[in-house]
């Protein structure tokens, strides 16, 4: 019998497997130095921590029933109180009713592309931007404009503006006051929804914090209620990805929405995760963040410092006030997918720029993590990427004579 | 300032919160007799199983590091054996390339729905039906038609067909072997996809299983490729719906899709639930499932003797070979919404047909759930509602008079 031919939706036609996932799976092997993944680096997981918030789960038949049963859509409610407290001191005045729980950050990012975006809609992001958010809005047919763009009002209107305004994945930049107060001016013209990104917030190594486009929303708009951003929250990126808990926080009346919209996408959050998260952020939250900055921040040094040592002429990076990556911009006629398949010969690994655009443009880029490797690996695979980066461009001018 | 008027997409138009959901949050108290939610017995979580499970995997900084950090969206190789072995016990020659772990079986309708429905497309349901599936189908701008209206072909031909074959929720009613071949053969005529919700199957409390319907399609296709059943699984109503570990089985095409679209939904199930619920399979799956079918085959016995007792005339139920329901049929004039605001007055929930029904029929039937209560409690509020039913029944009689 042939393979039947079945109907997919149409947002389901263009779906591609991520390049970023895909080599992730390539590149596990121990010897490969990789500066792929944004991911935390495992051996600062405070496993005492989470084993200590298990036992506490079974301590006792009730306890243990409520981290086995059912729970509600919104969330355990203690954990949404600790997120509404956790919120309060970054500016934004919420209460357990502003925080919806959710399986990730990333199913925020997918929830609100469900509730707000309609085959067509405009969706507003810096360019690049990250990867999750491109394709949790992709799915519901979105088109991407980069901030800059100039947009319509009315019915044409972008329906949301998605912004990481600290250390953002890819580019590790961070945007000044100036820039996120202007961010919300301009998404309140189009009557926009703001979409705040805050995985990396914690992971600030220098400079003083600046306000959560949230708060500055709350601030301006008097309330909860009348604001326009979303602030979607994560753990991954401190205390452990692999319980797959974050949060989304805003006006009661969206929070409400996007809580029916959950109900039927996986009916709530894992119950023994969220008793197990609200007992390791009650217990270690501001201790594992401080060790984890000294960490990542010695890491980010460490790559800086072989980037100012070892590349070539004609590369461009910033330095990142936080987060876990670096951005590259490579000479013009450099391709950084050519350069990848020559690294990873090498047992190097990155991600080439290009993924994180939505329309493929940023070749002569990349991305480097420097979340996973300790100081001496950075070092060495800096030092080979960039004699890799010499050569070809070298071998250009030589060309090109 | 006011509160914005933000566009919302069209899918989100319709939003309203799941009568059922709300239902639950009320009915809590301690002396209340719920027989409304379809929800395991807390009291018969094997505990220690799950307990000794968390503590492997806290059982060295290796697997702790597995349990806490990221993981592929395919979900947990270990988990996906094992999960292709139980397909290949119902039948049906799966391999760990045919099995996406999903959060929850919800999980797996809402992504099938968002890989094969477009506004308007028509999904063929039993009525009454699961409430989740409505929502998440719908969540997608699905038409809904009963299984035996007339369909066309071609482009407007349903895109899927929904079912439950054993024990469905709400009605009990278990597909005989004729009736599970012509639903087949039915979607084969119309290239629909078939969906079989097999959340309930494990409870079987009288006679011989029936094979699955992915079992006969694969046995008819010749292949697991060449089968149109997505077959989803759950581990809800036997070991712990708390984990949120479900996961849906098919032709690899379709689970590699499933698997893209679920990156981006939630990037991937928990680590730990997936580690955890292997362990607490491996160790328990059997024992457990032999523990809760005694238990639960008492109370449905305790429930239909108490129906048989108590109830006044005009009521019809049928006797469900296992699962966790049974549907009630009052007579014509009697609303079960109208019921449940007395009954709960005098602590005894269920949940009104109609929130089972796409269209709201269905007002003069009610579903009852047999899994949460001991015996005691189902002969004491199955005398209460048949009580109130006879009063009921009875003014109508007189005021007719």
Known sequence: MPQPDFRLSSRAQGLKASEIRELLKLVGKPSMISFAGGIPDPALFNIGLFQRACLHAFGGPQIAREALQYSTTEGYAPLRQFLAAHMQALGVPATADNILVTTGSQQALDLIGKLLIDPGSTVLTARPTYLGALQAFAAYEARFAGLDTPQPVGADAPRLVYLTPDFANPTGLTMGLAARQ????????????????????????????????????AAAAGSMETMRTLYCGSFSKTLSPGLRVGWVCGPAALICKLTLLK???????????QLVMH?????????????????????????????????????????????MFIWLDLPAHLDAGALLDQAISQDVAFVPGAAF????????????????????????????????????SLSRAVSVH
Chains 1, 2 share one sequence.
């Open 182 to 217: 202007q961010a919300l001016d301009s998404a309140r013209a189009l009557n926009a929804i703001v979409v705040e990104d805050g995985a990396y917030t914690a992971l600030r190594y220098d400079g003083a914090p600046l306000p959560a486009i949230a708060a500055l929303d």
């Open 263 to 273: 109900q039927s996408a996986d009916l709530h959050t894992a119950s023994i995760n």
């Open 279 to 323: 007992q390791v952020a009650l217990a270690g939250l501001d201790a594992q963040i401080a060790a984890i900055r000294s960490v990542y921040r010695t890491r980010r040094d460490a790559m800086l410092a072989a980037l100012q040592r070892y590349a070539p002429p004609g590369l461009h990076w910033e330095k990142p006030e936080g987060g």
């Open 357 to 392: 655009f939505p329309d493929g443009s940023g070749r002569n880029s990349l991305r480097l993590s420097f979340s996973l490797c300790d100081e001496a690996q950075i070092e060495l695979g800096i030092f080979k990427l960039c004699a890799l980066l010499g050569r070809q």
